[in-house]
DNA sequence: CGATATTTTGACATGGATCAAGTCTAGTGG
DNA sequence: CCACTAGACTTGATCCATGTCAAAATATCG
């Protein structure tokens, strides 16, 4: 099958761990469940696992049996089609929860893996649904980390269905801007997204192809720049007006 | 792909119809936030509004400051775009939880109106965020309803961004299905949907002109028929393997 | 029964996919 | 240090699914 080329990209962006380079950090806060939390909950057991770039976290139809922070690095979540497309439904960075994509009764939803190297802090689904169901606060925490990640994917919903190419990787590339400037602060204008073409092709439905066409023409109109996951927003305003 | 997997399992809720054709009904038990604990909280002012089809229940950018749930008949909330064109982000059904597509610091993410006649029970976000940190149980319901949604979001993301006219066509129409069917139980071949073809194009991205060719061929294809409302799945193999 | 929305059909335009090379880059091994 | 290699990125030519525009047919409703 035509997998090869569409699924391995991710293989050879496995930058080492802990490197100024790449996004592979220490997180003390998390702001959606608190971690310390977690981490005492978590206590029977080792729970924090350290990944390769690549690595599979889970996949489609996977028992739904423990959530995650992930506490460093990046991954996805996405689901495969027949045809050997994919579709990226969210990346998941520093902080984010990951493991809730699923139900009892068929299992995880969609498939995740490890973009860059990640540690990952996890807990048992029947540990984690203890707690929330013993703490009102752990749960509204989780709930509230649900919501957003809702709401990112409504937005998803909007850009992909209403919005051109170009609307469309404007889009990602503010968010994923966006959210990177959120955890680690600064303002340098550049930021480091450990993802190429292929990635943003399989999260905003377009071929690898057109994506180069579409970077190259924003790049020729003064939008942002893009190149080897070094992201610049040179124009801010005109890029929000066209995401 | 299998169905399966595309499909959020929407646990069986209730029954009870009211009117035949329209899909106005009473509803008896909703299994996302117990409605019994609503009314109860809700109980310090008359919250249970009636509103007329075409109502809007709040706006892009609103207030975040109350949540509700539907008792009976179908919204669905939408985000506007400038060119005057909409994406319509869910369709919100008998039992389902609405309201909670926001934030306190930038208000509604998106749109609600009314499609056909509804019943609301709502309640204030102070009060429904006192009782989640009171009430595990209810927290818990939250957490979970609210995670159902994103997974939904999450499968509309993956039909929009790979799938062909046809195949989103398919994957909103049997989506409705199962979700009307789990709540109304019963196995007539036939269930009635309020919506027309315009909704149909701006749930998927796509324009009524097309998504009336597309439905012709899949009528001429025997897959399924929707003639004002009425929809009959044909050949839902058939139709789960397009979706 | 007229007025207004919805659905259907046709002709035509186009954004993005597909196919096919070619270039550039970072690893790898000698 | 260089040559080799496998991905990743570019570019060009061509095709087709879907959008756009226009208008007729049909349903809905006061």
Redesign the interface.
């Given at each position: 099958m035509v997998l090869g080329t569409r699924l391995s990209p991710i293989a050879s962006v496995p930058r080492v761990v802990l490197c100024e380079r790449c996004p592979i950090r220490r997180h003390g806060v998390c702001d959606q469940v608190d971690p310390h939390d977690f981490e005492r909950m978590a206590s029977d057991g080792p729970r924090v696992r350290n990944l390769a770039a690549g690595s599979v976290l889970f996949g489609?139809?996977d028992a739904f049996d423990r959530v995650f922070t992930l506490q460093a690095g990046w991954a996805l979540?996405s689901?495969l089609?027949?045809d050997g497309?994919?579709?990226i439904?969210?990346f998941v960075l520093p902080g984010d929860l990951i493991g809730?994509?699923g139900?009892e009764?068929?299992g995880m939803?969609?498939g995740a893996e490890a973009i860059t190297a990640v540690r990952l802090c996890g807990m048992e689904h029947s540990m984690f649904?203890k707690e929330?169901?013993?703490?009102?606060?752990f749960?509204?925490n989780?709930?509230e980390a649900?919501?957003r990640?809702?709401?990112l994917?409504?937005?998803?919903?909007?850009a992909?269905?209403?919005q051109s190419a170009r609307g469309r990787v404007a889009n990602l590339l503010v968010e994923l801007h966006q959210r990177v400037r959120a955890i680690e602060g600064g303002d340098d204008p550049a930021v480091w997204l450990p993802i190429n073409q292929t990635h943003i092709a399989d999260?905003?439905?377009m071929t690898p192809v057109h994506v180069c066409r579409t970077l190259k023409r924003m790049r020729q109109e003064g939008l942002l720049e893009f190149s080897k996951g070094r992201l610049v927003l040179i124009d801010p305003g005109r890029l929000a007006a066209v995401a």
């Open positions: 489609e139809g979540t689901k089609f027949e497309h994919r579709q439904i969210r809730f994509e139900s009764a068929t939803a969609y649904f929330c169901s013993c703490s009102p606060r749960a509204m989780y709930a649900v919501t990640e809702a709401m994917a409504w937005n998803h919903v909007g992909l269905g209403q999260a905003t439905g």
